[in-house]
């Protein structure tokens, strides 16, 4: 069997430990557990951290509107320009999540994290219109168009604090090009459209069922994370 020592990164006295073959392994499973375990859960902080500055930046304009009373398309532009900023901006990271967390937790063996988090994302996707409906926004954006056509005083609307509610057309999904896998998902999402979609709303749903997913997947990962921060 093989020995191995462990030494500190810095030069200068220090304590050499030797271990065997079986310990070196352990360690080196556990260091990358952890390793990925610290990826899982700073992807989904970006991804809640970009959805709450949307949150703070809805209730500031809002305010702002309120309390400045200023109309002109100056303005109207420049509040429509931060919007679309913030919401691709939450996109961008919902993309990063959903396609990275994929390669996460390779000690699982091959496919078994990646399958697992295909079915609760395929899940999520099946119970959630606005699951639906932002992951077609997020490839419209990439390829095709901005995110926020317009916006709106929230006057009248008993289930939204005074505010601006930042919508987009369903014209936005109408399906484009050739017939696809993609584009029949486009079609369901068109059908399904209200004509203006409220995109906090939108947002809201989407987040809540990332939460959902990340809570599963973080279940499934929890005792090799303890086991892993036991054997170092």
Partial sequence: MKEYVLRANH??????????????????????CLID??????????LLG???????????SGLRSHVEMDHS??????????????IMNFLTAGKTYSDQVKSDFKLFGKKRFTEQVVTLMDEASERSSEYRLVTALRNITQ?????????????????RVKGLVFWCYREKFRPRGRPGASNDKLVGVFEQAPEKTDLQIALRGYMH??????????????AACQE???AV
């Fill in 209 to 222: 069922e990332i939460g959902k997913v990340h809570v599963r997947l973080r279940t499934f990962v929890q």
């Fill in 50 to 60: 970009n959805f709450l500055a949307f949150e703070d930046f809805c209730a500031c």
């Fill in 228 to 230: 892993s921060r036991a």
């Fill in 73 to 86: 398309y100056e303005n109207g532009s420049t509040v429509i320009l931060e919007a679309n900023r913030h």
């Fill in 143 to 159: 390829h095709q168009d901005m995110p926020v056509d317009g916006f709106e005083a929230s006057r009248g609307r008993p289930d």
């Fill in 37 to 46: 375990a610290g990826s899982f859960e700073r992807r989904y902080e970006i």
């Fill in 11 to 32: 030069i200068g006295p220090q304590y050499i430990v030797s271990i065997d073959e079986e310990r070196h392994v352990d360690l080196v499973k556990a260091r990358q």
